[in-house]
């Protein structure tokens, strides 16, 4: 059973820098992306970004000058440094599992990608 | 950037009722739609990838539907359980973007 732990700073101040560790236990790690989202209180989903095995990177261009994500797989671990926080980065952090595939039905080959395993969430709060 | 847009964006209903979700994506994103459920102070968990296929565990009471541009939940009867906010999210390009989440609540 896969299981991602989370960890990292939960109180900043206005112009640090966000760092946000998450490991992977049981399962495989090169097999997959590895994602960032976060949710501020009382409000949806935003997609930050992710990274596979090889270091890869995709990132939310609303994000991307202010956002690291990179991988440590000797010991099966991603991380997220978003710099210069403000009160607007203020939420709930996640990181997930992405996995991407296809299936053959009816003549044709139909692909996916999907978060399926996710950490429990760490609040971090961005306050003078 | 896609955008996706959910309708109802909140929706009263009752136990054993049969409840239906609409997804709207900005552009053609073929069947690359996933859906999710969040209760409160709790992660996202995956019901259905490409539109239509049940992630295992998930109850066969929840079915997807849809391609191209709509999509919809659908919830054949309620259960106590399922009262929760409910989100979309196209994965067919980056920035992989959500819904804006469909409250589910008891009437």
């Known amino acids: 059973q896969v299981q991602l732990q989370q960890w990292g700073a939960g109180l900043l101040k206005p112009s640090e820098t966000l760092s946000l560790t998450c490991a992977v236990y049981g399962g495989s790690f090169s097999s997959y992306y590895w994602s960032w989202i976060r949710q501020p209180p009382g409000k949806g989903l935003e997609w930050i970004g992710e990274?596979?095995?090889?270091?890869?990177?995709n990132y939310n261009p609303s994000l991307k000058s202010r956002v690291t994500i990179s991988v440590d797989t000797s010991k099966n671990q991603f991380s997220l440094k978003l710099s210069s926080v403000t009160a607007a980065d203020t939420a709930v952090y996640y990181c997930?599992?992405?996995?991407?595939?296809?299936?053959?039905?009816?003549?044709?080959?139909?692909?996916?990608?999907?978060?399926?395993?996710w950490g429990k969430g760490t609040t971090v709060t961005v306050s003078s | 950037d896609i955008q996706m847009t959910q309708s109802p964006s909140s929706l009263s209903a009752s136990v054993g009722d049969r409840v239906t979700i609409t997804c709207r994506a900005s552009q053609s994103i073929s069947s690359y739609l996933n859906w999710y459920q969040q209760k409160p102070g709790k992660a996202p968990k995956l019901l259905i990838y490409?539109?239509?296929s049940l992630q295992s565990g998930v109850p066969s009471r929840f079915s997807g539907s849809g391609s191209g541009t709509d999509f919809t939940l659908t919830i054949s009867s309620l259960e106590p359980e399922d009262f929760a906010t409910y989100y979309c999210?196209?994965?067919?390009?980056?920035?992989?973007?959500f819904g804006q989440g469909t409250k589910l609540e008891i009437k």
């Open positions: 990274v596979n095995h090889s270091g890869s990177t």
């Open positions: 999210q196209q994965s067919y390009s980056t920035p992989r973007t």
């Open positions: 490409a539109a239509s």
């Open positions: 997930a599992r992405g996995y991407s595939g296809s299936y053959y039905e009816r003549g044709s080959y139909y692909y996916y990608y999907y978060m399926d395993v």
